[in-house]
C-alpha cells in the first residue's frame, strides 16, 4: 500500500489504517526516523489517559472498601468472641 506526500509535507493515513488502531481526528503521533525509515507511534490522548485513570481509581476505591468490609466483619466476630467468654467465665 502506497501513500504520497502532498505538497505541505502530509500523509493521509488509509481508512483501513486508522479504523484498525483506532485512529481518531486529533491523535498525536510520536515521530521518529530509523534506519532511513519514519516510524510513527500514536501517542495516548490526555482523554484516554484520564479515561485509564479514572478506571484504576475507580478499581482501587473499590478494593478499599472491601478491605474495610472485611476488617469490620473481623471486628465483629472479635467482639462477639469477648462477649461469648466475658458471659461463660462470669
Do not use: C, W, Y
Amino acid at each position: 500500500m502506497g501513500i504520497k506526500l502532498s505538497s505541505k509535507g502530509q500523509l493521509v493515513i488509509p481508512k483501513k489504517i486508522r479504523r484498525k488502531l483506532d485512529l481518531q481526528p486529533g491523535t498525536e503521533f510520536a515521530v521518529e526516523v530509523r534506519q532511513g525509515q519514519i516510524i510513527l507511534r500514536p501517542l495516548l490522548n490526555q482523554i484516554a489517559l484520564d479515561n485509564i485513570l479514572d478506571e484504576m481509581r475507580q478499581l482501587v476505591g473499590d478494593a478499599n472498601l472491601l478491605d474495610g468490609l472485611e476488617a469490620e466483619h473481623r471486628n465483629e466476630i472479635e467482639r462477639d468472641r469477648q462477649r461469648e467468654s466475658a458471659l461463660s467465665t462470669g
